[in-house]
């Protein structure tokens, strides 16, 4: 089991909370389940910051949701997910006890919707505040007076956030290491992915991968794979003089009839027209 015990580089206490730079580093994919006696808002640090993958199994343990760089941890709440491997750097506020209940009485019964939102914030001003404390934490001596001062700004933001009429817009997209991991899969060579494998790859359930795939592209996932694949087979037909037959193979056809339906209805064009063209084009360019 990996340890999710952070490494702390920097540290100051002060009235409100605890305001702290922290690392974890992760061999692998991590699988994390938490649950925060205290509220804390959080930012990772680039370049060292990753997104994850999250869900409130509490609530809703098929619905998984987007969980960004900057985020609000809500205290009693179970959190799990899955995060990409590497060097992670936070900067964050862990706040008081009484500070926390001051927060919850804010929103007594918070719904799904508001902690999924609380786990991907938009507020460019919570960004710039976490940027001036990270700058303070990382000086040989910091200022308590000016720590303190920035901690009291994140809690008013954070107060705002929390009070918003509307629940932050919830990102029900794939992490970019989610997306990233289906076009390395697609990239290689060998029979097309199922949408199970995708799904696993993903760590999520075909039917979320659907729906959050589509979140971020606007396209459905048998979409994307047909693209792909038509892209991959351009490249082969234009750029090397392998025959039809191998090109099909080469993107995961089985029966280079099923490639030649399939690159005609993408292109309007049967795969050795395409090729005559393609290098007509090259000759003229």
């Not at 590497?86 to 009484?98: K, N, P, Q, S």
């Not at 037909?237 to 209805?265: D, I």
Request: one cysteine or more.
């Amino acid at each position: 089991m990996t340890d999710d015990t952070p490494k702390v580089l920097a540290q100051v206490e002060t009235p409100l909370g605890q305001a702290e730079i922290v690392e974890w580093r992760w061999p692998g994919m991590l699988d994390f389940t938490r649950r925060e006696e205290a509220l804390m808002v959080e930012m990772s640090i680039p370049p060292t910051s990753a997104d994850a993958s999250a869900c409130l199994p509490e609530l809703d343990d098929e619905r998984h949701c987007f969980m960004g760089t900057l985020f609000v941890r809500w205290p009693g709440v179970l959190v799990t997910g899955r995060a990409e491997a590497g060097l992670i750097r936070v900067v964050r506020c862990v706040f008081t006890a009484e500070e926390t209940q001051r927060f919850k009485s804010l929103r007594s019964d918070p719904d799904l919707a508001f902690l999924q939102g609380m786990l991907a914030l938009s507020s460019e001003t919570m960004r710039s505040l976490f940027g001036l404390l990270k700058r303070e934490l990382e000086q040989t001596e910091p200022s308590l007076r000016a720590v303190s001062s920035l901690v009291d700004l994140i809690a008013i933001e954070t107060e705002r956030v929390i009070l918003r009429d509307s629940a932050p817009s919830v990102s029900g997209r794939l992490a970019p290491w989610q997306f990233r991991r289906i076009r390395q899969r697609l990239s290689a060579r060998g029979p097309v992915p199922s949408l199970a494998e995708l799904a696993r790859l993903c760590g999520i359930s075909p039917r979320h991968l659907q729906r959050q795939f589509h979140a971020l592209t606007g396209r459905t996932v048998a979409d994307y794979i047909e693209t792909t694949r038509m892209e991959q087979a351009k490249d082969l037909l234009g750029g090397s003089g392998q025959p039809v037959k191998a090109v099909a193979e080469a993107c995961g056809f089985a029966h280079p009839n099923s490639f030649r339906r399939a690159f005609q209805r993408s292109t309007g064009m049967t795969p050795r027209a395409w090729r005559q063209a393609s290098g007509q084009r090259h000759t003229f360019s």
